[in-house]
């Protein structure tokens, strides 16, 4: 088939494949910006594709699969930063795969995710991502049928452990405070019905146990600096002062936090650490900087979709891969002394 193609017919993704020798699996993965693959892989890949000159046929291959170029995502609750990014995550690796994303917000409340549902099962597409952010959602979406492939992000892990990644962000925050020497600290967590609250808080309150640590105050927000800021205040008249750290389940309620506690004269990180989560853009403008764990949303966006598409073309077996990268924790002085 290579030869064909050096003949002057227009190289196919199977000439490409020959040339490099690899499947024709992993030159569509390849073309698709998959991340995974071996560089020496990657790169005989490359220079077969540039040997041959060859350049895909969207209408062709979307010919070949029997199928429209087209994807839903059922979007919960994208007024907030962490859906929001995982969808532009998502749209980024729906373009690259030669697909184009449908979006559907969900709204609030079982009725409207349920009118969500029905609204996609309406229209023609190759396949559903459910992206359920909150536990109202989550049981609507669990609870309905598809005929075509779905994937959702309900349950993702971080690489090469079984660890959730909202537990892990919650290690991961308690481990620095620990090691800063903190054990008693107060918890700033999210909105109950998040998923992601009860998760953070969960890992959280794990490792700081078995670090020697304790809770000693809890209050609650709902992810936003307003809110951030009035459970500080409520924390700082409920004995905020016997902590020496405050864990926050976000950055933005975090710069809230941040807030109350220069009103209120608190130095931070001398009287009170703090840390956040997300790696906000304006994190590292606070004064102090705003130490956090930052959460790569997009990744897990682009993720979820690519594995949607590899089912739908067929390269992967049903399920979801749950490998997604890990947390990192960003170290600023909020919680470190100059």
């Given at each position: 088939?290579?030869?064909?193609?050096?003949?002057?017919?227009?190289?196919?993704?199977?000439?490409?494949?020959?040339?490099?020798?690899?499947?024709?699996?992993?030159?569509?993965?390849?073309?698709?910006?998959?991340?995974?693959?071996?560089?020496?892989?990657?790169?005989?890949?490359?220079?077969?594709?540039?040997?041959?000159?060859?350049?895909?046929?969207?209408?062709?291959?979307?010919?070949?699969?029997?199928?429209?170029?087209?994807?839903?995502?059922?979007?919960?609750?994208?007024?907030?930063?962490?859906?929001?990014?995982?969808?532009?995550?998502?749209?980024?690796?729906?373009?690259?795969?030669?697909?184009?994303?449908?979006?559907?917000?969900?709204?609030?409340?079982?009725?409207?995710?349920?009118?969500?549902?029905?609204?996609?099962?309406?229209?023609?597409?190759?396949?559903?991502?459910?992206?359920?952010?909150?536990?109202?959602?989550?049981?609507?979406?669990?609870?309905?049928?598809?005929?075509?492939?779905?994937?959702?992000?309900?349950?993702?892990?971080?690489?090469?452990?079984?660890?959730?990644?909202?537990?892990w962000v919650g290690q991961i925050a308690a481990e620095h405070l620990l090691a800063q020497g903190h054990r008693r600290v107060a918890l700033l967590e999210g909105p109950a019905a998040w998923?992601?609250?009860?998760?953070?808080?969960?890992?959280?309150?794990?490792?700081?146990?078995?670090?020697?640590?304790?809770?000693?105050?809890?209050?609650?927000?709902?992810?936003?600096?307003?809110?951030?800021?009035?459970?500080?205040?409520?924390?700082?008249?409920?004995?905020?002062?016997?902590?020496?750290?405050?864990?926050?389940?976000?950055?933005?309620?975090?710069?809230?936090?941040?807030?109350?506690?220069?009103?209120?004269?608190?130095?931070?990180?001398?009287?009170?650490?703090?840390?956040?989560?997300?790696?906000?853009?304006?994190?590292?403008?606070?004064?102090?900087?705003?130490?956090?764990?930052?959460?790569?949303?997009?990744?897990?966006?682009?993720?979820?979709?690519?594995?949607?598409?590899?089912?739908i073309e067929g390269v992967a077996p049903p399920g979801v891969p749950s490998q997604v990268p890990a947390p990192l924790l960003v170290v600023r002085g909020s919680t470190t002394r100059a």
């Amino acid at each position: 088939m290579a030869a064909d193609a050096a003949r002057g017919k227009p190289a196919t993704i199977y000439d490409v494949a020959e040339l490099a020798g690899v499947s024709h699996i992993t030159v569509s993965r390849f073309l698709s910006g998959f991340s995974g693959m071996r560089a020496a892989t990657r790169e005989r890949v490359a220079a077969a594709v540039a040997e041959l000159d060859y350049t895909p046929n969207p209408m062709g291959r979307s010919l070949r699969l029997q199928r429209i170029d087209r994807i839903a995502y059922l979007a919960d609750r994208l007024d907030e930063h962490g859906p929001s990014q995982l969808l532009l995550g998502a749209l980024s690796a729906a373009r690259a795969r030669g697909y184009i994303l449908d979006v559907v917000p969900t709204g609030e409340g079982v009725m409207s995710v349920d009118a969500a549902v029905d609204l996609v099962g309406r229209e023609r597409v190759a396949g559903i991502v459910l992206s359920g952010r909150t536990e109202p959602a989550r049981s609507v979406l669990t609870r309905r049928a598809f005929s075509v492939p779905v994937v959702d992000d309900f349950e993702l892990h971080v690489a090469g452990t079984s660890t959730p990644v909202d537990e892990w962000v919650g290690q991961i925050a308690a481990e620095h405070l620990l090691a800063q020497g903190h054990r008693r600290v107060a918890l700033l967590e999210g909105p109950a019905a998040w998923a992601a609250s009860g998760s953070r808080a969960g890992g959280f309150r794990a490792a700081l146990t078995r670090g020697g640590g304790s809770v000693v105050l809890v209050e609650t927000g709902d992810w936003s600096p307003r809110s951030g800021y009035e459970a500080t205040t409520r924390m700082l008249s409920a004995g905020l002062r016997d902590a020496t750290a405050l864990g926050v389940a976000n950055d933005a309620m975090a710069l809230g936090a941040l807030s109350a506690l220069f009103d209120a004269g608190v130095r931070v990180p001398e009287d009170l650490a703090v840390i956040g989560v997300d790696d906000l853009p304006q994190a590292a403008y606070a004064r102090p900087g705003l130490s956090t764990v930052a959460v790569d949303h997009a990744a897990e966006g682009r993720h979820v979709v690519d594995a949607l598409v590899d089912r739908i073309e067929g390269v992967a077996p049903p399920g979801v891969p749950s490998q997604v990268p890990a947390p990192l924790l960003v170290v600023r002085g909020s919680t470190t002394r100059a």
